[in-house]
């Protein structure tokens, strides 16, 4: 191939890079908007999610609250672990 079609292609491939980087930042961010707006107790929806909804009940909610250190008074959003 000659070296201007190469170049050209390189740079095809860097923004698409770039797009591609944007995009996954963005949709990160809409998507940790849309969880944190959602009502509720987040262990309450992830307990549901891991084991059912059948069989959740509030001492599985505690435990994955526990495990993934949802403590309501500090925000894991503020403080990183």
């Known amino acids: 191939m000659k070296r201007q079609t ?31 707006g959602l009502g509720g107790n987040m262990a309450y929806r992830i307990a549901g999610g891991r084991y059912g909804i059948d069989l959740m009940d509030s001492s599985t909610a505690e435990s994955v609250a526990r495990e993934l250190g949802l403590d309501p008074e500090v925000s894991p959003r503020i403080s990183y672990k």
């Open 6 to 36: 190469v170049n050209t292609l390189l740079n095809i491939l860097a923004w698409r890079s770039i797009q591609a980087v944007f995009v996954a930042l963005f949709v990160g961010i809409v998507c940790f908007f849309a969880a944190q």
